[in-house]
């Protein structure tokens, strides 16, 4: 571990970052950067003496790993499944999740023992249409019992409450996916709560059949780790590792339509948030109702609880989005969305 | 066989074995069936300047620890570290955190390491760090002088008195001096406890105890054979040294506590206090003239003994407003409390071969009660 790179504070990352985007927009950097040119950003390296800290101080160090898990990757992938019809002409859907254990990076340098859905923490985002049949292969490589139980409508003997697979077993999961809307899945196996804190969950995008208005879509699966066992989360991030979108800032466009697909499974703490700076966002809870519910800015989520978000940038540049808990936020759960010009 | 081949095969034996079972023993089957144990201890967190602080770590762990992250009350922060962050067993490393931090208010550092566990220190009380410069040299020294110097020096005044009173009272001044320092021993064999506790695990530091209470008597004694005594009976002026000594090493610890809780803002150092320092401490003076009650000392040997017993509180208090560590603090209060257990049994005996009456007679118990008592109400002062 003698990188001596990665011991000076690593500040300039996300401003190198942004100062190039800048440059390559019509963004400019009066404009852009003004939310950025905070004192301190520009002597990275230099002397810490400083009364004020900036966004940039507040921060984790270092990179991951080569080779781990992406959340910038992550953000945007939906998992659509095998597709074929059955002879009723219904759509077919199969997918197969894997249980297994394995260590994931949730800050920079700081490893968790997790247990996986095939090998990532949150598990594939499963997508489907309302109406679609869905077949879920299940197989357990891990090393204790588990289950998927998905959130919707589904028949009892479906539901992974009472069915925990063995490990070396599997279990085939098949119902048709409704209602529309965020959903989520998760182990319910017991002990329940270090099942679900240990990373086996997912969002579960069921898609109206006439769908949705296109638009930029995202998953966001918040989510906390407990690294020391404690009973609290040391670690809270969306998609798990701290304070990665504020080092990789989330690119959208002004005037684009961004759908975001937020669902809570913090463990641990009784509620969790979102809130975007800047803008305020069309709330659809649950997302099974196509009207509005409300026009906010903070949304605030019980664990299972979700919501899909839409909103549309009028003003480029960067914008942070982070939980209201601002300790949440301090100790990861915070990002940014770097609005860029549209394209001419 | 030659004797010396006896004495070396059991070591020679041992050698092997250990290097077998580094090599190829049962070592990976221990690391399998037992999680990583780390240990990280925080020895002091400074803050040189406004918005930076700087934490000394150590690894008192079995194994290497790995420092990932940092956090600050509780939200990561960025930082530097002087060196690699993996810390191999018993090595330190000082960690730079540009952090703004509340003047007067608490603050805690946590590290967390590579597996997620984390480590703790705190800042009871923002202030500050004193940097070696001419101001603190000054102001600790200045400490060390009226908390420890001065007051022995006054002490040393009732030479005169102690020579004109009766032997009667000469017993009860005895006895006094034996009972202040019963007390002061007890209170550094506590602080040397209490503060073993901060010590990092590798480094023992209730082991560390025993070995200044139980080594610094056994060395005395050794060096008083040595220096040709019969039975290694003692002149009043050798025991009024041994005295100093010992108040002297007691007061090296109190100077490290003192400069300590100076240095960390945990006390300050009003008026008040300094006048319970001067009351407290000059009955140490009075318990160096007493066994010379019937001597004509030499001004210059009066001169040494005061210093020997006072001005080791200024170094004290530099050593422990400049860099304060758990491991000396306890190692300076354990030696202190192993010589004044020594000075005590010096004082009995030389009360055994002259007191009227031994120790039990009501006027010296009076005395050696009052001794504690003095100690308790004074101490009363200090107690910050």
């Known amino acids: 571990m003698a990188r001596k790179k990665d011991e000076i504070l690593d500040r300039s990352l996300t401003r190198r970052d942004l100062l190039r985007v800048g440059a390559l927009g019509t963004v400019g950097l009066a404009a852009g950067g003004s939310v950025l040119a905070l004192p301190g950003l520009g002597q990275s390296s230099a002397g810490p003496a400083q009364d004020h800290a900036t966004h940039h101080d507040m921060m984790t160090v270092g990179k991951l790993a080569p080779g781990s898990f992406d959340p910038s990757a992550f953000l945007t992938h939906f998992d659509t499944g095998k597709v074929s019809r059955l002879p009723s002409g219904q759509v077919l859907r199969e997918f197969e999740l894997v249980a297994e254990d394995r260590e994931i990076e949730v800050a920079p340098g700081v490893f968790f023992p997790a247990w996986t859905y095939n090998g990532q923490v949150p598990g594939p985002t499963i997508r489907c249409t309302e109406g679609d049949r869905l077949r879920v292969r299940f197989v357990n490589k891990g090393s204790h019992s588990h289950s998927i139980h998905f959130h919707g409508i589904h028949p009892s003997g479906m539901d992974g409450a009472f069915e925990p697979v063995r490990r070396g077993e599997s279990f085939v999961y098949e119902f048709d996916a409704e209602p529309f809307g965020l959903h989520l899945y998760h182990c319910h196996t017991v002990p329940i709560k270090r099942h679900i804190h240990k990373g086996l969950y997912g969002a579960f995008i069921i898609d109206p059949k006439q769908g949705r208005p296109p638009a930029r879509e995202m998953v966001m699966v918040m989510n906390g780790f407990d690294t020391n066992l404690d009973g609290e989360n040391e670690v809270y991030a969306v998609n798990t590792v701290a304070f990665h979108y504020q080092k990789y800032p989330i690119r959208v466009r002004q005037g684009e339509l961004v759908r975001v697909y937020v669902v809570n499974v913090t463990e641990f703490d009784l509620l969790n948030s979102f809130h975007i700076h800047g803008n305020l966002f069309r709330l659809y809870r649950t997302g099974t109702d196509l009207t509005r519910y409300e026009w906010t800015d903070v949304v605030a989520m019980c664990q299972g609880e979700r919501a899909v978000l839409e909103f549309t940038y009028k003003h480029p540049g960067p914008f942070m989005f982070h939980a209201h808990q601002s300790e949440f936020a301090e100790l990861g759960w915070s990002g940014i969305f770097l609005v860029e010009a549209p394209l001419v | ?384």
Do not use: C
């Open chain 2, 1 to 384: 066989m030659p004797l010396w081949f006896k004495g070396l095969a059991p070591l020679v034996l041992l050698a092997v074995l250990v290097t077998l079972f580094l090599r190829v023993g049962p070592v990976g089957v221990f690391r399998q069936s037992f999680p990583p144990v780390e240990q990280l201890t925080v020895e002091r967190i400074r803050l040189p300047e406004h918005g930076v602080m700087e934490v000394r770590v150590v690894n008192g762990g079995p194994e290497a620890v790995t420092v990932a992250q940092v956090m600050v009350d509780d939200a990561n922060w960025v930082h530097r570290v002087n060196g690699s962050r993996t810390l191999e067993r018993l090595e330190r490393r000082t960690i730079t955190i540009p952090y703004p931090w509340v003047e007067g208010e608490p603050h805690t550092v946590a590290l967390v390491t590579s597996t997620g566990l984390t480590f703790s220190g705190e800042v009871p009380v923002a202030t500050l760090s004193p940097a070696v410069d001419a101001r603190y040299l000054t102001t600790f020294a200045l400490l060390g002088v009226y908390a420890g110097v001065i007051p022995v020096f006054i002490g040393l005044l009732w030479l005169p008195f102690v020579r004109a009173v009766s032997r009667r009272w000469i017993d009860f001044f005895l006895s006094l001096t034996m009972g202040l320092l019963v007390f002061l021993g007890v209170d550094a064999l506590v602080e040397a406890a209490e503060t073993s506790a901060l010590v990092a695990g590798a480094f023992q530091g209730s082991s560390l105890v025993l070995l200044g209470l139980l080594g610094t008597p056994l060395i005395l004694a050794a060096l008083g054979h040595w220096r040709g005594g019969q039975r290694g009976e003692r002149t009043p002026l050798q025991v009024a040294a041994l005295i100093a000594l010992g108040i002297g090493l007691h007061n090296l610890g109190e100077g490290l506590a003192i400069g300590t809780s100076y240095a960390t803002g945990e006390i300050a150092l009003g008026t008040f206090l300094v006048i319970g320092f001067l009351l407290h401490n000059t009955t140490e003076g009075l318990g160096i003239v007493t066994p010379l009650a019937d001597q004509r000392p030499r001004l210059r040997s009066l001169i040494l003994l005061g210093a020997l017993a006072g001005v080791p509180t200024v170094i004290g208090a530099w050593i422990g407003g400049f860099t304060y560590s758990p491991l000396w603090t306890t190692l300076f209060f354990a030696i202190g409390a192993g010589a004044i257990a020594t000075v005590v049994y010096e004082l009995w005996r030389l009360f055994a071969r002259r007191a009227t009456g031994g120790l039990t007679a009501p006027l010296n118990v009076a005395g050696f009660i009052f001794g504690m008592v003095i100690m308790y109400a004074t101490g009363l002062l200090v107690t910050a």
